[in-house]
């Protein structure tokens, strides 16, 4: 199947899990490398939604799951959140919610989702996404990026991070889904003729793709470590927003299902 046809695939899928799950999906997107703006050419399709049930579910007493996992296979990736475990986790500044919501590959959304656009950067907190992101990237880096042979799709799963605590030190704002919008931002210059040709490379080779390591590169992820946790470091504790206009949305979102 080529690109177009897998998409009207995902849509069909969709509505069969509103169907078989009685759910209402509020937003779907793509949230792996498709939507970072790197696929490689059999990259999978990681399919992310968030949806509604009705309000009696939310009234039981004994414990409900929170999650739909659909499907995972070579192809698709599909799973996603009950809202109300969204907008727990908003609640808690998690950087997924906000990557979720800032996809440039939308599937599908709706007026409902709007309603949570509104309001959803208002729970951002600048050292909880500098915390998760400078984490991920070291976590990264020390499995995958400091050997002599390298998969060229991790090096992004550095770099990506880092640019996106650069982004969060400059505009305490969610950072951009893209690869290429975090790099103009905020690459270094020196560093953009060697990062564009990996570029290239991960995007016309298999997800497999390895390679000798990038020292430039190296040296450069090493130097912003150390500069993002003295960042971090410096950075002072942030009070989490009350529940009350979470409560109101969902309370809303309920009504209007």
């Known amino acids: 199947m080529n690109e177009k046809e897998i998409i009207g695939k995902i849509q069909q899928k969709l509505t069969e899990i509103e169907e078989k799950e009685n759910i209402k999906i509020l937003h779907c997107v793509e949230s792996g490398s498709r939507s970072w703006g790197f696929a490689s050419p059999d990259s999978d399709f990681d399919v992310r939604f968030i949806y509604l049930r009705s309000k ?21 990736d599909i799973n996603g959140w009950d809202i109300q475990k969204a907008l727990r986790l ?4 998690n950087p997924t919610v906000f990557e979720w919501n800032n996809s440039p590959i939308v599937y599908r959304t709706s007026p ?3 309603k949570v656009r509104e309001v959803i950067n208002e729970y951002f907190l600048s050292r909880t996404g500098m915390n998760h992101y400078l984490s991920t990237a070291k976590h990264n880096y020390k499995e995958y990026v400091r050997g002599d042979e390298v998969k060229f799709k991790k090096y992004f799963y550095v770099l990506r991070p880092i640019l ?3 982004w969060i030190m400059d505009n305490n704002t969610p950072p951009p889904m893209l690869f290429s919008e975090l790099m103009e931002a905020e690459l270094d210059r020196n560093l953009y003729e060697p990062v564009n040709k990996l570029l290239e490379i991960k ?3 298999s997800e497999l793709g390895t390679g000798k390591r990038i020292d430039v590169i190296n040296e450069y992820i090493e130097e912003q470590f150390e500069i993002l946790k003295n960042k971090l470091d410096s950075m002072e504790s942030e009070t989490q927003k009350d529940w009350d206009k979470l409560d109101e949305l969902f309370l809303s979102l309920l009504k209007n299902n």
């Open 56 to 76: 009696e579910f939310y009234l039981k007493l004994g414990k409900t799951r929170d999650v739909i996992e659909w499907e995972l296979n070579d192809i698709y």
């Open 90 to 93: 908003l609640h808690n500044s």
């Open 203 to 205: 995007m016309q080779t």
């Open 164 to 166: 996106a605590c650069r």
């Open 112 to 114: 409902m989702w709007e």
